[in-house]
């Protein structure tokens, strides 16, 4: 019963450490203004997103998660705090980007996402 129990322990761990540092949602391409970013269940869908270099874009989310936690989206290398309303498209503007990767969240890091700039 105890070899059940630790092995049962072990694949909760496995669990987590997949979860939170291993797995990659697939990668999105912004082809125009229109991508939706839904913010729910603990995500960003999708959570990574290739966009052009040195261009403004524009990313819009749709917040359907009621948890405080997925009110604030951050993109700290670009200085950008902003307030989901519930249930409402948000636009935001990007400015342009050298290339690199840089990552939103919310304020506790708890949904995550990339923007891969290329």
């Not at 951050?74 to 519930?86: A, F, N, R, V």
């Amino acid at each position: 019963m105890m070899i059940l129990i630790n092995l049962a322990g072990l694949a909760f761990i496995a669990l987590i450490v997949w979860w939170f540092w291993l797995y990659q949602p697939p990668q999105t391409t912004l082809t125009n203004d229109e991508l939706l970013i839904i913010v729910e269940n603990g995500t960003y869908q999708p959570a990574r997103i290739r966009l052009p270099a040195n261009q403004p874009v524009s990313l819009n989310f749709l917040r359907k998660d009621a948890s405080p936690c997925s009110e604030v989206l951050l993109i700290p290398d670009l200085h950008i705090s902003e307030t989901l309303p519930l249930n409402k498209r948000k636009r935001i503007d990007l400015p342009p980007m050298p290339k690199g990767e840089y990552a939103f969240h919310c304020q506790m890091q708890m949904y995550r996402g990339q923007l891969t700039v290329e």
